[in-house]
């Protein structure tokens, strides 16, 4: 597997770099839903 060569990254690279920037994305989406969830309940109560 080391014998390929590193002048390009590899699809499994790719995936890789999109599956975290995916992750992050998602979290941050989570993070501000909850936000605004917890604020709507904080303003309406």
Do not use: C, E, N
């Amino acid at each position: 597997m080391m014998s390929q060569t590193l002048a390009s990254p590899s699809p499994r690279d790719w995936l890789l770099l999109i599956d975290g920037s995916t992750y992050k994305f998602t979290l941050t989406g989570f993070y501000l839903v909850a936000l605004v969830a917890i604020l709507k309940t904080m303003v309406t109560a």
